[in-house]
């Protein structure tokens, strides 16, 4: 065994000029290890670049599927529920987002008026935007 390391010292007069990390000989020498590189033919080595063209493609299509999951879904939702609130008729069952099922009996601008009790011809206003369900439309 001719070579070993220094883990810690007790005298200071025997500690060494510098503290290192190198493996020491038995006479006190720190020994080196040349490692030769794999590319002997002098040329020299060129490290690697953290960031190039191929990490922009990634972030690029990361965005795409953002725009896709984040922006797309919900508009898409928005503009069939503002086709389907266009589309509403007279005497279409509705139901709105609260969960009240009624009949279309008038429809001003955005606001629609839903018959809710027969027996007793009770009449609510709504906003268009409240109508959640063309329930004449999905029986179709």
């Keep these: 065994m001719d070579n070993f390391w220094i883990i810690a010292q007790a005298d200071a ?14 006479d006190g020498e720190t ?11 002098g040329t020299p080595v060129r490290p690697r670049r953290p960031f190039g063209p191929t990490n922009f493609i ?3 299509l ?8 984040l922006f797309r879904g919900p508009r898409k939702k928005q503009q069939q529920h503002k086709q389907m609130v ?15 099922i009624g009949t279309v009996v008038d429809i001003k601008g ?21 109508i959640g369900r063309n329930m004449s439309k999905d029986k179709d």
């Excluded at 020994?31 to 033919?41: F, I, L, Y």
């Design 13 to 26: 007069n025997q500690a060494p000029s510098r503290i290192s990390s190198e493996p020491v000989a038995a």
């Design 31 to 41: 020994t080196t290890t040349v490692v030769q590189d794999a590319n002997a033919t």
């Design 58 to 60: 990634f972030i690029g």
């Design 62 to 69: 990361m965005l795409v599927v953002m725009y896709m999951l």
């Design 86 to 100: 266009q589309a509403l008729q007279k005497n279409d069952r509705v139901r709105t987002i609260g969960g009240i």
């Design 110 to 130: 955005d606001e629609v008026t839903l018959k809710v009790d027969e027996s007793t011809n009770t009449k609510i206003r709504v906003a268009s935007s409240a």
